[in-house]
């Protein structure tokens, strides 16, 4: 491969690092062309991003690029595959999703992920990963959290003003 052409592949890959701030190394081997196409095809549903390329390449891109993903280098050995996301937790759920629909399959596997600024190594972490919860469902649940102690006030409140209201309706039908 030309200089050029790396130096071009390399710079694509630093743009994709910089503008998604989650990313997924995968070992994708041994995956036929129907297993793989169907990956693809269940990334793009997903709004994630695959990416097939050589370590060295990859890891020239991570050095040039704005964060730091130093821990990452030491799985950088045999064939990678890099999926890029917006959210989290994504990625590691369509690798569930994906070897339940393909039990036969033991790939996509993790290698490592670099998921809200901490690293993740092994593909033990995967169900880890899973449970990882994205910035709109973490404020969801402060401010359900939040609204709870007024809900119960205001519903005590209503439910009093029913009693004594069924109450004074009660002692007045009384002579």
């Known amino acids: 491969m030309r200089k050029e052409i790396k130096r071009q592949i390399i ?4 743009e994709e690092i ?10 994708v081997s041994g ?7 169907a ?7 997903w709004n994630i991003k695959l990416v097939v390329t050589k370590n060295t390449l990859l890891k020239k891109a991570m050095e040039s690029s704005s964060g730091n993903y130093e821990e990452l280098y ?3 050995k045999q064939p990678s595959a890099v ?4 959210e989290g937790s994504s990625p590691a759920k369509l690798i569930k999703e994906f070897r339940k629909k393909n039990q036969k399959l033991e790939r996509p596997e993790l290698k490592a992920a670099y998921v809200e600024e901490s690293v993740y190594v092994g593909a033990n972490m995967l169900d880890t990963l899973v449970a990882i919860k994205t910035k709109n469902e973490l404020i969801g649940e402060v401010v ?8 119960n006030v205001i519903s005590a409140l209503q439910s009093g003003g ?3 209201a069924g109450l004074v309706k009660t002692l007045s039908e009384k002579e």
């Open 162 to 164: 029913q009693t004594i």
């Open 31 to 37: 995956l036929n062309a129907a297993d793989t196409g």
């Open 83 to 86: 999926m890029f996301s917006a």
């Open 18 to 27: 910089n503008n998604y701030p989650h990313l997924y190394i995968t070992d």
């Open 39 to 45: 990956l693809r095809r269940m990334c793009f549903e």
């Open 144 to 151: 359900a959290i939040l609204q709870s102690p007024a809900k």
């Open 11 to 14: 710079d694509n890959l630093v």
């Open 74 to 76: 030491e799985v950088l």
